[in-house]
């Protein structure tokens, strides 16, 4: 699959995060918790060096939990402290404030030994796009987080929001390209809709998400689209034979009854990225 990317506005995402960074103690990353790894870009770690971090399994409504369970683990023995979030609800306020705690915990140390008391975290949000970091400042801040006003060296009228007394955010996300050094990484990312559609093939995304989903979530795939049909002589691919099956149940066909790939594949995509046919996640880390 070929996807396509653009230079100019990574460089310049890139060098405004970097300035960005320099304001903060603590980086906030969000990740798809459907597919961690590839929902980051390890330039963060070099970027991010010397800060205190933390990283949020968003969209963990939509994956699966014991996948998450085992992602949080793979983050804390990283030294990364982890918390899985569905961004769009409003109840995890405490959560992060407490995640914040344990992850600035030297430098609130230090402050206390150089007799500074109370001074607030400053943190900012990085994440690639449509990872939820909008949704997740909103949430965060809700409706009564006020605004303390530009503070000198933000030259691109960025605004701390005051989150508690203990925590203020950048409003402004810092955005971090994806990065897909192979295809698998691209294929995860167009799956959960981290890249543009018009760059995708939707067919080969349907594709795909039926053939993973058979292999390691075959009962929910089944439970929403019917049994895996069984191929014969002449028509070996199952996948395709599937794909025609789901077409027939719901209409996606053409003039004289012709399978309407394109129609089916763009809502089997949406089935998935919707949740509709279950939580599942598409990557589990390595066994060490
Ligand atoms: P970004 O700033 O990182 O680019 O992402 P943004 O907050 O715009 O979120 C991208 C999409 O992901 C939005 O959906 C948002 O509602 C959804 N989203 C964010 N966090 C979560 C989460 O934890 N769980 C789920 N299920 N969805 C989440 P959208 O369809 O693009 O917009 P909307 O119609 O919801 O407004």
């Not at 769009?88 to 430098?107: H, L, M, P, S």
């Not at 018009?198 to 053939?211: D, F, K």
Request: a positive charge; glycine letters at 8%; one cysteine or more.
């Amino acid at each position: 699959m070929q996807i396509q990317w653009y230079p100019g506005h990574m460089t310049k995402a890139r060098r405004a995060m970097q300035e960005d960074l320099k304001l903060v103690d603590l980086v906030m990353e969000l990740t798809d918790a459907r597919a961690p790894l590839a929902g980051r870009n390890p330039d963060i770690d070099k970027l991010a060096a010397g800060k205190a971090r933390m990283i949020f399994l968003n969209k963990a409504d939509l994956a699966d939990d014991q996948a998450t369970l085992a992602w949080m683990d793979y983050f804390r023995k990283k030294g990364i402290t982890p918390i899985r979030l569905d961004a769009r609800k409003t109840n995890f306020k405490k959560a992060v404030v407490d995640g914040v705690k344990i992850a600035c915990q030297e430098k609130i140390e230090r402050d206390r030994r150089k007799g500074i008391l109370n001074r607030p975290i400053r943190a900012m949000v990085v994440g690639i796009p449509n990872v939820g970091k909008s949704t997740f400042i909103n949430s965060l801040a809700g409706k009564t987080a006020a605004k303390t006003g530009n503070k000198p060296g933000v030259t691109r009228g960025n605004q701390w929001i005051k989150i508690d007394k203990q925590l203020e955010l950048l409003d402004t996300p810092g955005i971090l390209w994806p990065k897909f050094d192979d295809e698998a990484i691209g294929m995860k990312l167009a799956c959960v809709g981290s890249i543009s559609d018009e760059v995708l093939n939707m067919q080969e995304i349907a594709y795909h998400l039926l053939s993973y989903g058979k292999a390691n979530y075959n009962q929910l795939f089944e439970a929403r689209y019917g049994a895996v049909p069984q191929p014969d002589d002449e028509r070996d691919n199952e996948i395709v034979l599937w794909m025609e099956n789901i077409a027939r149940q719901r209409g996606c066909l053409k003039r004289g009854a012709e399978t309407d790939f394109d129609k089916v594949s763009a809502q089997i995509t949406d089935d998935f990225r919707s949740g509709r046919i279950g939580k599942v996640s598409l990557e589990v880390p390595k066994q060490a």
